[in-house]
């Protein structure tokens, strides 16, 4: 590879979530030679979390100003945005960012990378630009998945050729906590009634929505706060379903057992005061809250969908359940709960796990080598803009 490198990120960030985490994490492991420039959509202001924490680290921000339907300007903004940070290679996040980076990158010749993180089927207006961004993603230079379990739909639905695919991992990250914060499990326990009988913590985090199964936990919740009368769940996240969990919740009888504080930006601070990590989706492509939980130490049950058991190994660093079944979680967790010694063994392994196989340094030095072969491959030919 040259001397030096110009990246770019084009994203529709609207918080600053996992893979955001991931954006971030790979461009700190870049050498200084790689110049990285974060972009994001505007999604009605949403995306300011994401460059903010960019900025923090001293990497250039741009937030765009248009959007769809605006299709040919919002093509004609990214266009700008390549030529002006003299950009080798665009990575792009997001069927968004697909479909408008790769257009804009046949304009100033450069290869456009798509990252494929998995695709949910939220809504039928999901499921819409998940179908477009299925057929768009042959199109791409080249498609990085983050696990081999998104790999293998990829190939499937996608049919995109062998050698325009590569997997690499999402990572772990480490630093944050090897100091755990010594006043994380009571912080946790703040969010259950004062004087009330929760000592030990389960946690679920994510987006509120059909996919990430938390309405299986709630469920599972219940047997687990009536075989352990000192559990208490927390779940911290938003989304369209929030609604709906509060009232399952009340109807079974869980008030003050199981607590929804919200979306929380310190989640790096409190995970690693919980007793178990529950991952109940339905689909995932390699989830981080399981990176996040076993670089914390923290055992996680999970169910066995997408590339999650690439990360959890059953009966190694945690437990692998079917997906929808609440009997499932909830015998796992107390397992968990009723033995110290196993949560701790787990909890060990996970830490050994992810330094050895998900690291950012690993992950950067992967996308080195795809970077190097695709900018020392012939380049699209620049077409006018």
Same mark, same amino acid.
């Given at each position: 590879m040259?001397?030096?490198?110009?990246l770019v990120?084009l994203?529709?960030?609207t918080?600053?979530g996992?893979?955001?985490?991931?954006?971030?994490?790979?461009?700190l492991?870049?050498?200084?030679t790689?110049? #990285?420039t974060?972009?994001?959509?505007?999604?009605?202001? *949403?995306?300011?979390?994401f460059?903010?924490?960019?900025?923090k680290?001293?990497? %250039?921000?741009a937030?765009?100003k248009?959007?769809f339907?605006r299709?040919?300007?919002?093509?004609?903004?990214?266009?700008e945005?390549? +030529?002006?940070?003299?950009?080798?290679v665009?990575i792009?996040h997001?069927?968004k960012?697909h479909?408008?980076?790769r257009?804009?990158a046949r &304009?100033?010749?450069?290869p456009?990378?798509?990252?494929?993180?998995?695709?949910t089927?939220?809504? &039928?207006?999901?499921?819409?630009?998940?179908w477009?961004d299925r *057929?768009?993603?042959?199109?791409?230079?080249?498609?990085?998945c983050?696990s081999?379990?998104?790999?293998?739909k990829?190939? +499937?639905w996608c049919?995109?050729?062998?050698?325009?695919?590569? /997997?690499?991992?999402?990572?772990?990250?480490?630093g944050?906590?090897?100091n755990?914060d010594?006043q994380?499990?009571e &912080?946790?326990?703040?969010?259950? %009634?004062?004087?009330g009988?929760?000592?030990? /913590?389960v946690?679920g985090?994510?987006?509120?929505? %059909?996919e990430?199964?938390?309405?299986?936990l709630v469920?599972a919740?219940h047997a687990?706060c009536?075989?352990?009368?000192?559990?208490?769940v927390?779940?911290f996240?938003e989304?369209p379903?929030?609604g709906?969990?509060?009232?399952r919740i009340?109807e079974?009888d869980l008030t003050g057992?199981v607590?929804?504080?919200g979306f929380? #930006?310190?989640?790096?601070a409190?995970?690693?005061?919980?007793?178990?990590?529950v991952? %109940?989706?339905?689909?995932?492509g390699?989830?981080n809250?399981?990176?996040?939980?076993?670089a914390? =130490?923290v055992?996680?049950?999970?169910?066995?969908?997408?590339?999650?058991p690439?990360?959890?190994a059953?009966?190694?660093?945690?437990?692998?359940?079917p997906?929808?079944?609440p =009997?499932a979680?909830?015998?796992?967790?107390g397992?968990?709960?009723?033995? *110290?010694?196993? &949560?701790s063994?787990? =909890?060990?392994?996970?830490r050994?796990?992810?330094?050895?196989?998900?690291?950012?340094q690993?992950q950067a030095?992967?996308y080195l080598?795809l970077?190097?072969?695709l900018?020392? +491959?012939p380049t699209?030919?620049e077409?006018a803009?």
């Amino acid at each position: 590879m040259r001397t030096g490198m110009n990246l770019v990120h084009l994203t529709a960030s609207t918080f600053f979530g996992g893979p955001e985490r991931q954006m971030l994490g790979l461009a700190l492991a870049l050498p200084d030679t790689v110049r #990285t420039t974060f972009a994001t959509f505007p999604e009605g202001g *949403r995306g300011t979390a994401f460059l903010d924490e960019v900025r923090k680290h001293g990497f %250039p921000a741009a937030p765009l100003k248009t959007d769809f339907p605006r299709v040919f300007s919002a093509v004609r903004e990214v266009t700008e945005l390549l +030529r002006t940070t003299a950009c080798d290679v665009l990575i792009c996040h997001g069927y968004k960012a697909h479909v408008l980076g790769r257009l804009a990158a046949r &304009r100033v010749g450069i290869p456009a990378v798509a990252v494929s993180r998995g695709w949910t089927a939220e809504t &039928r207006k999901v499921k819409a630009y998940e179908w477009i961004d299925r *057929r768009h993603m042959p199109l791409m230079d080249h498609v990085i998945c983050v696990s081999e379990g998104q790999a293998e739909k990829v190939r +499937r639905w996608c049919r995109v050729p062998a050698d325009r695919l590569s /997997v690499i991992r999402n990572s772990a990250r480490l630093g944050a906590f090897e100091n755990a914060d010594p006043q994380a499990r009571e &912080r946790l326990l703040g969010f259950f %009634p004062a004087g009330g009988p929760v000592s030990q /913590v389960v946690l679920g985090a994510g987006r509120f929505s %059909p996919e990430k199964g938390f309405g299986v936990l709630v469920e599972a919740a219940h047997a687990i706060c009536r075989e352990h009368p000192n559990a208490g769940v927390v779940l911290f996240g938003e989304g369209p379903l929030r609604g709906e969990l509060e009232r399952r919740i009340a109807e079974l009888d869980l008030t003050g057992r199981v607590a929804l504080p919200g979306f929380r #930006t310190d989640l790096d601070a409190l995970i690693g005061g919980a007793d178990v990590v529950v991952l %109940p989706s339905f689909t995932e492509g390699l989830p981080n809250v399981a990176l996040e939980a076993s670089a914390a =130490g923290v055992p996680v049950v999970a169910t066995a969908v997408g590339g999650t058991p690439e990360a959890i190994a059953d009966t190694v660093n945690g437990f692998l359940v079917p997906p929808g079944d609440p =009997g499932a979680i909830a015998a796992k967790v107390g397992e968990l709960l009723r033995d *110290r010694s196993l &949560r701790s063994r787990f =909890g060990d392994a996970g830490r050994a796990r992810m330094r050895d196989l998900f690291t950012f340094q690993a992950q950067a030095d992967a996308y080195l080598r795809l970077l190097r072969a695709l900018t020392l +491959r012939p380049t699209p030919v620049e077409v006018a803009a």
